[in-house]
Every structure is written in structure tokens, then in C-alpha cells.
């Protein structure tokens, strides 16, 4: 599995680099970077993530490198999203000219295309969908056999969500039901406004879900088949979102894209620090 391709969003018909060049210079600053100077280092804070304009990159961790980052790409958008600390570092593998975005650009820019949010959600989807194979053939997914509530939307917001949602009628799900399968093709996200759901990989439990929490934002991205499965730990109600829903709320509310793509962000990190 060496040989998995964790960028490439520019041959995605989800991304479209006319769209990330536009949101990158209404709001960004154009940068240039020397060959072997480095944008970012592993461990270190900073909110700034980059559109590719010339030049390759390549991201490093530990001393691996792990990906080659090529023109039209985005790269830095997970720490600048989680706010936490980078997990890899960026070296210019040749002189490079990029455009970069700081947290509150980013959020405008979602803002004024909410697209872009469905962009960055791909770009991390797809190197989520990677790693999941990574860890699948390595045997290394981590089992979250404990409960621990990761709550992405708060009060406020899931009642905005469902307001603004209003011919979606809450989905109740009772204890036991599949709500999802593994494979299957899906076209809904769904929020849980009360109980608890697993989800699971290969009957492996990586998450459970509670108020506030968020699954099978995968599919509605990528339109690719599921790739857990998730069952209903107690009676729950859920609300379900589509693609066209997902950008309504983005425009309306950037607060939900921003929470979405953070938890997707924390989610990816949470699997890629499985790797042996």
C-alpha cells in the first residue's frame, strides 16, 4: 500500500482548482518559498494553509516522506482547520510560489463559495478513505471500544440546522437498527440530535456518536459507497442531509462547514496517528 496517493484532488470532478485559485487570491497572500525552505515544521502551531501555484512539495513526518504535493494542490488545511499542532512538515522540493489563507480567510471564504467547503471536505475525505485501507491491511484500526462523546455541533446550532431544515422531519432510529451499511451506496449525512450511534469498519468499532455528532459525511461528499457501517447503540433521532442541503447550510450558517470540516480534520488525525 506504499504506493497510495493522499493528494491528487485535481483529478476529482469534486475539485475544481479555478474555484480554490479564486477563493485563494480574493483573500490570500501570495507567498514564495526557496528550494529546502520549509512552509511549516511537524509539532508546530500556525493556521495558515496553501494553494500550490509552482513548484513541488513534498510532507514529511518523522523522516518519511509521505506525499509529493503538486501544482493546483491545497496542502496545511488540517492543522489550520483543527487549530492543533501540525503533523507533518512542508519542504519545498524545488522554489515554489503559493498563495496562503489564515483561519479567518478561510472562514470568509467559505462564506462567499460555500463549494469550496465541499473542496476541502473532498481533499480530506479522500486521504481518510486512504488511510482507513492503510490501517485495514495493516490489521492497525483503532478500537473505540469505550464511549467518548465528540460533540461537533452545539445546542444552538442543531437547532438551527434543523430550522433551517424544516421539511426534514427528525429520523428515529430505534436500538439495534442499521442505519447504514459498509459498501452500501449513500446519499445523507446524518446528525444525532438524541442517543447514541457506532460506527464500524470491518465489525471494528472506531467511533461512537452522540448528540451533536455527525457520520456518513463520507458518501455524501465523494458519492463513493460507505465506508463504515453504523448501528444504533439506543433509541435515536437523526437528521438526515443531502448534497444540496449541505451547501444551503454552508452559505446560510459557515459556522456548520467550518464545525463539519474540523471534525473530519480531527477524525483523519485521530486515524493517521494508528499508523506503525
Keep these: 500500500m506504499?504506493?497510495?496517493?493522499f493528494t491528487r484532488p485535481a483529478r476529482s470532478a469534486i475539485y475544481d482548482p479555478a474555484i480554490a485559485r479564486m477563493c485563494f487570491e480574493s483573500l490570500g497572500k501570495m507567498e514564495s518559498m526557496a528550494r529546502g525552505e520549509s512552509f511549516f515544521v511537524e509539532n508546530q502551531k500556525s493556521d495558515k494553509m496553501y494553494l500550490l501555484l509552482e513548484g513541488e512539495v513534498s510532507l514529511i513526518r518523522g523522516k518519511k516522506a509521505i506525499d509529493i504535493v503538486k501544482e493546483g494542490e491545497i496542502f496545511g488545511e488540517m492543522a489550520s482547520i483543527s487549530q492543533?499542532?501540525?503533523?507533518?512538515t512542508a519542504v519545498a522540493r524545488t522554489a515554489c510560489r503559493v498563495i496562503s489563507l489564515d483561519a479567518r480567510q478561510f472562514q470568509n471564504a467559505i462564506r462567499r463559495t460555500p463549494e469550496f467547503a465541499l473542496m476541502l471536505l473532498y481533499i480530506m475525505i479522500n486521504r481518510l478513505?486512504?488511510?482507513?485501507?492503510?490501517?485495514s491491511v495493516s490489521k492497525s484500526l483503532p478500537d473505540w471500544g469505550g464511549w467518548k462523546e465528540s460533540r461537533i455541533f452545539d445546542e444552538k446550532l442543531m437547532t438551527d440546522l434543523a430550522g433551517a431544515l424544516p421539511e426534514r422531519s427528525p429520523l428515529h432510529s430505534p436500538l439495534n437498527k442499521v442505519i447504514m451499511r459498509e459498501g452500501e451506496a449513500g446519499v445523507f449525512m446524518y446528525v444525532v440530535l438524541e442517543g447514541r450511534v457506532a460506527v464500524s469498519i470491518q465489525s471494528t468499532i472506531v467511533e461512537r456518536i452522540g448528540p451533536g455528532g455527525v457520520f456518513g459525511e463520507m458518501a455524501l461528499v465523494d458519492q463513493s459507497p460507505r465506508a463504515a457501517s453504523a448501528v444504533a447503540e439506543t433509541d435515536c433521532s437523526l437528521l438526515a442531509i443531502n448534497r444540496k442541503d449541505f451547501l444551503a447550510l454552508v452559505k446560510a450558517k459557515p459556522a456548520f462547514g467550518v464545525s463539519l470540516i474540523k471534525a473530519v480534520a480531527e477524525r483523519l488525525r485521530h486515524m493517521t496517528s494508528h499508523f506503525k
Design 2 to 5: 506504499e504506493d497510495l496517493d
Design 84 to 88: 492543533l499542532p501540525r503533523s507533518a
Design 129 to 135: 478513505r486512504l488511510t482507513i485501507a492503510r490501517l
